[in-house]
């Protein structure tokens, strides 16, 4: 009988933990199956700090762990999470947080209200919104143990907003000592005050990780409502587990050896759906956009027509096909902040063409000087979306005369080698594939929209002009003042070129039908609310 790679790749892991985990261990920690869930989601979790990164898998990963101030409800409304309640003074410049009661860390110690202020001063650093706060605050202080004060020395309306922010970096709140850290080094003790416990007993890197109910945990008293609500957590155990071939994932979700995978192939849909275990669920319906970055730092494209090139040389279609397959979960986007989405506009788009423009593109290489230079496209073989894009990125430059090269790595190295802003005969990099939610886009406190050079996400385009206007944001008081500065800031965007657009696709998970109580929110995945029957 013909062994399956599924089968090698179960034994093999099923032997690594019977040698490392003693037999009373196993026999103490190993819960029931109808209380364990299994998951397999695109990549693998290589990072633990969900503030050192922008990256979907640590969010997931601190949405377990740890715990936020605030959280958006299904409306995207901000509601308190950890806050038991909160006040604004008369005059709009300091506000007042007091710690709901039952909070405590998984080492046994209580939440204090320093651990948040030094969280928000961490968060602070990257996030851009989380920037601005900190560039308005007069001050951030701890008043008693539940207590704390955000002093500002300008009014901020949307500062519970920020607070309560999706987009990655989220604010996840960290004991007092791991948030002590610059927001550069890595926290790695995974102590946090959320609903599961990481299981460093059980942590396989590269095969699984494994996540505990807090037993100790105590969730708000009110409904479930996207990341609002009571926390409650209906199963023992969850399982993370890798693997990176996608016939694989989808062979073990049909065999139910596991019971979630986020992003399968759309070519296999029609194999989930016609399974009578198994079901494709839309979790994100505002779907997802897929863009490219590319180093402003570097040759070729610290030219802006290089940038430039690359917004006629891509046809979106070709990459969604490729990406996507089926036209019904796809389609092309302009819009800088989202389709859809109340910002979206059609300003300065003229670039668009079906098809592409390769000779424009070509033309456009010419001006901006390129003279052979090799452009390193990172390409994460653990992600079939990206790296089958990056094939057809580095096949669409070779076309128009680019030299380009593939850099083939899993996941978590395109991640560490993205903080490599120099030359590519340095170990740096030329392009990277993304993609993040359109609620993400249309966030302009999202690290993607953001033009403020050095200082800002991996790629580091730089606008002043633009980021006057972004400053703007915060203070517009109606949506028609904000879908204004959308439509200014997208006449710029398209000129410095921060992203480059495939296009956008609604993506389905696909689970075992005894798996209910998935959250449908854009982005991020909760561990909690599901059960498995």
């Given at each position: 009988m013909a062994i399956s790679r599924r089968e090698i790749i179960k034994t093999g892991l099923a032997a690594g933990a019977a040698v490392s985990i003693p037999a009373v261990l196993r026999a103490q920690t190993l819960p029931a199956d109808a209380r364990t869930v299994r998951v397999v989601k695109p990549g693998f979790l290589t990072v633990f700090d969900p503030v050192a990164t922008t990256t979907y898998n640590s969010a997931d990963h601190g949405l377990a762990v740890y715990d936020t101030l605030f959280a958006l409800d299904s409306k995207f409304i901000p509601q308190p999470q950890m806050v038991g309640k909160w006040s604004i003074s008369e005059d709009k410049m300091t506000y007042t947080f007091e710690l709901r009661d039952g909070l405590g860390w998984h080492d046994g110690t209580p939440v204090n209200a320093a651990d948040c202020v030094a969280s928000i001063r961490r968060w602070g650093q990257v996030h851009p919104g989380g920037q601005l706060i900190m560039a308005r605050?007069?001050?951030?202080?701890?008043k008693d143990d539940k207590?704390?004060?955000?002093?500002?020395?300008?009014?901020?309306?949307?500062?519970?907003d920020i607070l309560a922010d999706l987009t990655t970096p989220c604010l996840f709140v960290m004991r007092e000592k791991d948030a002590s850290r610059p927001a550069t080094e890595q926290v790695t003790a995974n102590i946090g005050s959320g609903p599961f416990k990481f299981n460093h007993a059980l942590a396989r890197p590269g095969a699984t990780f494994t996540y505990d109910r807090n037993e100790q945990y105590v969730p708000r008293s009110e409904t479930s409502d996207g990341f609002a609500g009571g926390k409650v957590v209906k199963?023992?155990?969850?399982?993370?587990?890798?693997?990176?071939?996608?016939q694989t994932a989808v062979a073990a979700l049909q065999a139910g050896e596991i019971d979630f995978l986020s992003g399968p192939p759309a070519d296999l849909y029609p194999v989930i759906e016609s399974d009578p275990n198994l079901e494709l669920q839309v979790l994100n319906k505002a779907g997802d956009v897929y863009f490219l970055r590319m180093n402003c730092l570097q040759k070729p494209f610290n030219n802006v027509k290089a940038r430039q090139a690359m917004l006629h040389l891509i046809d979106q279609e070709a990459f969604m096909r490729a990406v996507v397959g089926n036209p019904q979960y796809f389609n092309t986007i302009t819009a800088a902040f989202g389709s859809g989405t109340p910002y979206a506009n059609d300003e300065n788009t003229g670039w668009f063409k079906k098809g592409g423009d390769p000779e424009k593109a070509k033309q456009l290489f010419k001006e901006a000087g390129y003279?052979?230079?090799?452009?390193?496209?990172?390409?994460?073989?653990?992600?079939?979306?990206?790296?089958?894009?990056?094939?057809?990125l580095a096949d669409s430059l070779r076309k128009v005369g680019i030299n380009a090269e593939l850099a083939p790595s899993d996941w978590g190295g395109v991640s560490a080698r993205l903080k490599n802003r120099g030359p590519v005969e340095g170990g740096g990099w030329s392009i990277f594939i993304?993609?993040?939610?359109?609620?993400?886009?249309?966030?302009?406190?999202?690290?993607?929209?953001?033009?403020?050079?050095?200082?800002?996400f991996a790629g580091w385009p730089k606008s002043d002009e633009y980021e006057a206007l972004r400053a703007k944001w915060a203070d517009a008081e109606t949506l028609d003042e904000r879908?204004?500065?959308?439509?200014?800031?997208?006449?710029?965007?398209?000129?410095?070129?921060?992203?480059?657009?495939?296009?956008?696709?609604?993506?389905?998970?696909?689970?075992?039908?005894?798996?209910t109580g998935l959250i449908g929110m854009p982005a991020l995945t909760p561990m909690w609310k599901m059960e498995k029957a």
């Open positions: 605050a007069k001050d951030i202080s701890k207590t704390f004060t955000i002093a500002l020395k300008e009014p901020l309306g949307l500062l519970i199963v023992d155990r969850v399982i993370w587990n890798n693997m990176p071939d996608q003279t052979g230079e090799k452009v390193i496209i990172l390409d994460p073989t653990d992600w079939h979306e990206a790296d089958v894009a990056a094939q057809l993304t993609n993040e939610s359109t609620f993400d886009r249309s966030n302009l406190f999202n690290s993607t929209q953001v033009a403020n050079g050095e200082s800002g879908k204004a500065l959308a439509r200014k800031m997208q006449r710029l965007y398209w000129n410095f070129v921060g992203t480059v657009l495939l296009g956008q696709a609604v993506s389905p998970i696909a689970r075992r039908k005894t798996l």
